[in-house]
């Protein structure tokens, strides 16, 4: 079992930076794909990052490609999501959550998951 937290949520102004981290527990994190989702009030989860377990494959969402960046350090356990020129459209909770699964990209995939951290970014 894999349990995640993150951190690094805030309120931020349109065009700034913020990087956001999740710990992991548990011996098994290098067995997991890693994914950053985000759901703003009133929408779905959606897929916004993913990376392969040895940290060599990426991918990424179309509205957030070329701004944000996934990483992973599996001798720390944390994944981290680097995330540039923020705007508006942004704000969310971010969570991250792991899978068995290199190309999921819906929630229903992952199977485990954080209890999410709180971007806002104002315009």
């Known amino acids: 079992q894999v349990q995640l937290v993150e951190s690094g949520g805030g309120l931020v102004q349109a065009g700034d930076s913020l990087r956001l981290s999740c710990a992991a527990s548990?011996?098994?994190?290098?067995?997991?794909?890693m994914g950053w989702f985000r759901q703003a009030p009133g929408t779905e989860r959606e897929f916004a990052a993913r990376i392969s377990i040895n940290g060599g494959v990426t991918h990424y969402a179309d509205s957030v490609k070329g701004r944000f960046t996934i990483s992973r350090d599996n001798a720390k356990n944390t994944v981290s999501l680097q995330m540039n020129n923020l705007n508006a459209e942004d704000s969310a909770v971010y969570y991250c959550?792991?899978?068995?699964?290199?190309?999921?990209?819906?929630?229903?995939?992952?199977?485990?998951w954080g209890q999410g951290t709180q971007v806002t970014v104002s315009s």
């Open positions: 959550a792991a899978s068995l699964i290199w190309t999921a990209a819906k929630p229903s995939e992952y199977i485990y």
């Open positions: 548990g011996r098994t994190f290098g067995r997991y794909a």
